[in-house]
């Protein structure tokens, strides 16, 4: 079947509504309904969140108490898109978007993510592509909440399952096909966020060319938590360089007892990037990806 | 089924779930204030208020509406202009309009809320960029809007005054002002156009019948050059006229067409490669890029030139050079400059909308000529000139890319024919930003060498034009006409590929040309140790340019040296400009008194850039009276033939009569009513209310000699060449070259964050020549829009393609991305208004002259901002960081 012909839900459409437009999808479309639970925000006693999957990104930003607990989301869900956009999108679908990639977005062109057997990108025009090439697709991955939520080890529950890691949904980047790992037909519901550590402190950055209402070319989340001059841990996630987003394991590991110091940033940042594999486009990414986590260190030690 | 209240009328919403917002409340209301421009969301153009919040109704399903108000551009003003809608008006916070209405509507949520949490307090700047950062202006109004919606805020406009220095300002903060686009007949059809996907091929066959048997398609036309070839993606193959859009769009896909590939040439190293496919066997059909005579020039496979006319003694150039080069002498200047392809992308698409009554056609279509369009329409489709009537009363940008009779007229008119009935034919945003024309990209290789003495040597410029389906581009010429030396080798070349056809960019081949021309004078002062604009005022001897680089020597940031801190860099960087005076002979202005007050009439237009403000502020002046008193009727063919909007020809071609027939007219009056009682202070007002019906005309004549000898055509200095290209510009493009130099010498800012990669421009000063300013808040006004146009063309703006396919691939603008209200600088315009005293009215058109030095000072100040020099636009994080990589990381 031809991809574009499947079945779509659509929340606030501002992903979809384009792509009908276009024709890239042609399947039927299911309205969802937002009901009290999808549309609430609910805390636990731990200090955890339940966010519904309805909740708009911008009542996400304007939440007081996301930004106090959960600096990193809120500062993404703030930064992302347009005022309209944020406006209406919602969380669900800001996790369940389809890619940005300029192929997959024009109807007469075939790519893998249209059931095609190549990517046309990868021997084509790949300025905004990977640089962690990690499977047939090329396209980072869109959805900014969803490099936030991995910073905060989410956990997702849908109409079928129940607490299933952020990390699970998005998928580990190999398959290509999709942006996600949903089931068909499957729906999200909500996001839970497990409480923040104590004293840690987030935040989000973005390196774009414009200075506002962009795609960015590469995002960063990073929580640090910092007891008598070391860094007891250090949490980041990246955008926009890899089929999905993506922990820097091996930056955290080089921050984890390291003094807080110029040393250590520079050493993560270097780290950051050893296990990229940039297209022949995309090798600027790099030095974003390693300014950004300098820049986000720098800030959170300052 | 669902109701929704708009504007607190109740709706029934429709039942389809596919039809969006916007097209239910322009389609089925008839709401046409709220404009669909990108489709993407990106542009806001659409916006209106949902339950008191701003949203893109672009993006947004009609039945998620339901149970909810909304409150459309139409709503907002309707008891009482907005302090929003006259904060605009009187701060002339718009030019075209097109995007005014969105704007409006954000700004006029924006203010409420600021004002029930704030006060009066007045936002900053980068308060009100985030919060209209979903808004595209691609005239660049965005200084103005940031400073009117501050001042709104503030309470400046919560009394009922309303004035506006641009005429029709009121129709377009309210949504009333009607676009092309907007335009509805009864039973009028839309027409959509099947382009091709494949870059180059045959067409064997193409079977339109399956189209016409669907139910609601009335006509479908095949579009076929006589030698049935396919030469770019996107190229038109046939089109049908049908109910609806998505009907016309299901036809599309049901005509069967068949194709034979040829090989193909992408892009301009494809098409310079050993062995590349000829893209043009017959090369009669390529378009033009420029405004410019096309001239019969060599061919070599897909390059076209070298157009080397304007050169100066171009052997003894290029001797000089290598000489320089062998010698290694320090002072000569060589590098390779790169410039990316730069789309219009007017908010208002390509449109057209044809009618047909009897014999008669109406045209209404989104162009810069309506006289022009009205008398192509008869060469091409034969038809009785005097039979058709092109109209366009308000124009959502045009830059260029709608300065000639276009496509979507012409198949709106034979679709129009066929089905009997009227159609419309609008790009969306992908046809509109792939096939609608661009500016050529270019690399252009330039040598510059100084003399011992200090004096310029020798100017060696070859440009190659990435054109694609066209001919024509004019860079490296344009050399001649500024800097003086003892040899100029001036050489363009057109890279012909299988890519859409170029057109006529605001200022064609200059921005590229001072890009490149402007950093090699830069690199001179440098290699020199001379300040730039000491370099420049003694090797420009341009009268225009002198008294502006005093006014630019004099700027307190210009003495400032390049402060280089840690990872932020700021630098400042200078760039000169100039354009030729054009103007339009016989361009004829008619003036009349009816039923007590002044009408001038032309078949002018105004895009934007003012021209019906123009007109009024001209005769307002002449006759005492406010300019709203007059009646200004343009935008149609049936009224006196007027100028078309390029070339910044206009202000220059309808002043001067305008000023004649006043004159006349004061005589006129004079004979038919009496010199009302001494102590009136308005006595034309009360004459022209007394006087009975009459009307005169002027036609533009040429200029009186100037003052000066100083004062010339720019081409006067170009040798037999300059004399010739006169000649032919006023024999086959009906335009004349005036004397004196319309010049420009901005003065830009920055700030580059070497870490990732950016520039921020922060300040820039503009000083622009053009002489006395007809409509002075306008001039400002482009002015200010022409440096945002330049600041995109510098950093963000580039046309990708996919290189196997030739497919666009930044047909959104998301992709294509033109500069945003937060990436506005400061902007200090400074008007020299001397130069100009033999042109009546002393000025003459800025849209021009005003962008061409942009990207070359932008360039410039980040050079002395980071100490090496961007020569490749735009200029990108990955590009900026590959220059830094070879110096401080």
Redesign the interface.
């Known amino acids: 079947m031809n991809a574009g012909a499947r079945r779509e839900f659509?929340a606030?459409?501002?992903d979809l509504?384009?792509r009908?437009?276009?024709?890239v999808s042609t399947g039927e479309?299911i309205?969802l309904v937002a009901t009290p639970e999808t549309r609430a925000m609910l805390w636990a006693a731990d200090g955890g969140v339940t966010i519904g999957a309805a909740m708009t990104v911008a009542a996400i930003a304007a939440e007081p108490r996301i930004s106090l607990a959960y600096a990193g989301l809120g500062a993404a869900a703030a930064g992302l898109?347009?005022?309209?956009?944020r406006?209406?999108a919602t969380l669900g679908g800001n996790l369940a978007q389809r890619s940005?990639c300029?192929?997959y977005?024009?109807p007469?062109?075939p790519c893998f993510k249209k059931g095609a057997s190549r990517c046309?990108a990868r021997?084509?025009?790949h300025?905004y592509g990977v640089v962690f090439d990690l499977g047939p697709c090329v396209a980072p991955h869109p959805s900014t909440l969803a490099a936030a939520l991995l910073a905060y080890e989410a956990r997702v529950n849908t109409d079928r399952r129940a607490d299933i890691g952020i990390e699970t949904l998005l998928g580990d980047g190999r398959d290509g096909k999709a942006d996600h790992a949903l089931l068909n037909d499957e729906i999200i519901t909500s996001v839970k966020l497990p409480p923040p550590l104590d004293g840690e402190r987030a935040l989000y950055r973005r390196?774009?060319?414009?200075?506002?209402?962009?795609?960015p070319?590469v995002e960063i989340v990073a929580r640090l938590v910092i007891a008598a001059g070391s860094i007891v841990q250090l949490r980041l996630t990246a955008g926009g360089v890899a089929p999905v987003p993506l922990r820097l394991l091996d930056a955290e590991a080089a921050a984890q007892g390291a003094p807080a110091s110029a040393r250590t940033i520079a050493d993560c940042a270097a780290a950051a990037t050893v296990k990229a594999n940039p297209l022949p486009?995309t090798?600027?990414k790099l030095?974003?990806l390693r300014?950004?986590v300098?820049?986000a260190l720098e800030r959170l030690l300052a | 089924m669902g109701t929704v209240a708009v504007n607190g009328r109740l709706e029934t919403l429709p039942e389809d779930?596919?039809v969006?917002l916007v097209d239910f409340v322009r389609g089925r209301l008839g709401l046409t204030g709220t404009k669909l421009a990108c489709?993407?969301?990106?542009c806001?153009a659409c916006?209106l208020l949902?339950d008191g919040?701003?949203?893109?109704s672009?993006?947004?399903?009609a039945?998620?509406v339901a149970g909810k108000s909304i409150i459309t551009i139409e709503g907002i003003g309707a008891s009482g202009l907005h302090p929003v809608q006259r904060a605009f008006m009187a701060g002339d916070a718009l030019q075209c309009g097109f995007c005014t209405p969105g704007f409006i509507v954000?700004a006029v949520a924006f203010h409420d809320r600021w004002r029930r949490e704030k006060g009066t307090r007045a936002p900053s700047t980068a308060e009100i960029?985030?919060?209209l950062?979903?808004h595209l202006c691609r005239c660049g109004a965005y200084a103005n809007i940031l400073r009117t919606v501050a001042e709104a805020c503030a309470g400046r406009f919560d009394g009922e005054a309303t004035t506006s220095p641009r005429l029709e300002a009121r129709d377009k903060v309210t949504g009333a002002a009607h676009y092309t686009v907007d335009v509805r007949h009864d039973g009028q059809l839309e027409g959509c156009i099947l382009r091709a996907?494949v870059a180059h091929a045959r067409i064997d066959a193409l079977d339109l019948r399956p189209a016409l048997r669907l139910p609601g398609v009335a006509a479908a036309i095949p579009l076929i050059d006589k030698d049935c070839t396919v030469r770019y993606v996107g190229q038109q193959i046939a089109a049908v006229a049908a109910a609806d859009r998505r009907t016309a769009?299901a036809a599309l896909a049901a005509i069967a067409a068949t194709f034979s590939p040829l090989p193909a040439a992408i892009g301009p190293d494809a098409a310079r490669a050993p062995g590349a496919a000829i893209a043009f066997g017959s090369r009669g059909a390529l378009a033009n890029a420029s405004e410019g005579p096309i001239l019969p020039v060599r061919w070599r496979g897909n390059l076209r030139g070298p157009s080397a006319a304007f050169s100066f003694r171009a052997r003894r150039a290029r001797r000089w050079v290598r000489a320089a080069r062998r010698a290694a002498d320090p002072y000569l200047v060589e590098g390779s400059f790169h410039t990316a392809v730069q789309q219009h992308t007017a908010l208002e698409p390509h449109a057209a909308v044809a009618r047909f009554d009897g014999d008669r056609l109406t045209l209404h279509v989104s162009t810069q000529a309506v006289s022009h369009v009205q008398s192509e329409i008869a060469k091409r489709l034969a038809l009785d000139q005097s039979k058709i009537r092109v109209v366009a009363q308000h124009v959502g940008g045009g830059f260029g890319a709608k300065g000639a009779l276009g496509s979507e007229a012409l198949v709106a008119i034979k679709l129009a024919r066929a089905a009997r009935a009227p159609v419309r034919v609008a790009f969306d945003r992908?046809e509109e930003l792939s096939v609608a024309g661009y500016r050529p990209g270019a690399r252009i290789d330039l040598a510059l060498l100084p003399a011992r003495d200090g004096s310029l040597k020798a100017l060696s410029l070859t440009a190659y034009a990435d054109t694609g389906a066209s001919v024509n581009s004019t860079i490296a010429g344009l050399g001649r006409l500024i800097y003086p030396a003892k040899a100029k080798y001036l050489a363009d070349f057109d890279v012909v590929s299988n890519l859409p056809p170029a057109a006529p960019f605001r200022g064609p081949g200059g921005p590229p040309m001072a890009f490149a021309l402007e950093q090699a004078i830069d690199e001179a002062a440098l290699r020199l140790k001379i300040d730039p604009i000491v370099l420049r005022q003694r090797w420009d001897p341009n009268p225009n340019r002198q008294r502006l680089y005093a006014w630019a020597a004099g700027r307190e940031v210009w003495r400032k040296t390049a402060a280089r801190n840690g990872r932020f860099c700021k630098g400042v960087g200078v760039a000169a400009g100039y354009w030729l005076y054009l103007w339009q002979p016989g361009a004829k202005v008619e003036l009349a008194v009816r039923n007590g007050r002044l009408v001038v009439s032309t078949a002018v237009q105004d895009i934007g850039t003012g021209s019906r403000s123009v007109l009024a502020q001209a005769l307002a002046d002449a006759f005492g009276l406010d300019p709203q008193e007059i009646d200004v009727r343009i935008g149609d063919s049936a009224l006196p033939q007027g100028p078309p909007s390029t070339g910044s020809r206009t202000t220059a071609s309808i002043l001067p009569p305008t000023l004649i027939a006043a004159e006349e007219l004061k005589r006129g009056i004079a004979r038919r009513v009496k010199r009302p009682a001494i102590g009136s202070n308005a006595p034309w007002r009360e004459r022209i209310a007394a006087c009975p019906d009459f009307s005169v005309s002027a036609v533009r004549r040429d200029d009186a000699p100037p003052a000066s000898r100083d004062i010339r055509s720019p081409l006067a200095d170009a040798g037999p060449i300059g004399r010739v290209f006169a000649w032919m510009m006023r024999r086959f493009a009906h335009l004349a070259v005036g004397a004196g130099v319309p010049s420009s010498v901005q003065v830009v800012e920055v700030e580059v964050d070497t870490?990732?990669?950016?520039v921020?421009v922060d300040k820039v000063h503009t000083g622009i020549a053009v002489g006395r300013l007809a409509a002075p808040v306008l001039a400002h006004s482009q002015a200010a829009g022409a440096v945002i146009q330049g600041i995109g063309y510098a950093?963000?703006e580039g046309r990708?393609?996919?290189?196997?396919?030739g497919?666009i691939?930044?047909?959104?603008l998301?992709?294509y991305?033109i500069?945003?209200?937060?990436?506005t600088p400061s902007i200090e315009v400074h008007f020299d208004e001397a130069g100009f005293d033999h042109v009546l009215g002393g000025g003459v058109g800025v849209g021009e002259v005003a962008t061409i030095p942009t990207a070359a000072a932008i360039a410039n100040a980040v050079r002395n901002a980071i100490g090496v020099r961007p020569t490749e636009i735009?200029i990108?994080?990955?590009r900026l960081?590959?220059l830094l990589?070879g110096t401080t990381?």
């Open positions: 659509r606030a459409g501002t509504s384009e009908r437009r276009s024709g479309v309205d898109a347009t005022p309209q956009i406006g209406v940005r300029w192929y977005r024009n007469s062109i046309p021997a084509g025009n300025l390196a774009t060319g414009r200075a506002q209402a962009e795609w070319l486009m090798g600027y030095a974003l300014g950004l300098r820049d | 779930a596919e969006l489709g993407s969301g990106v806001g916006t949902l919040a701003p949203v893109v672009c993006l947004m399903p039945k998620a954000e960029g985030a919060a950062a979903g996907r769009h992908h870490l990732l990669g950016h921020r950093l963000y990708e393609v996919d290189p196997s396919t497919d691939l930044t047909a959104g998301e992709d991305r500069p945003g209200i937060a990436d735009p990108r994080a990955d960081l590959a990589q990381q």
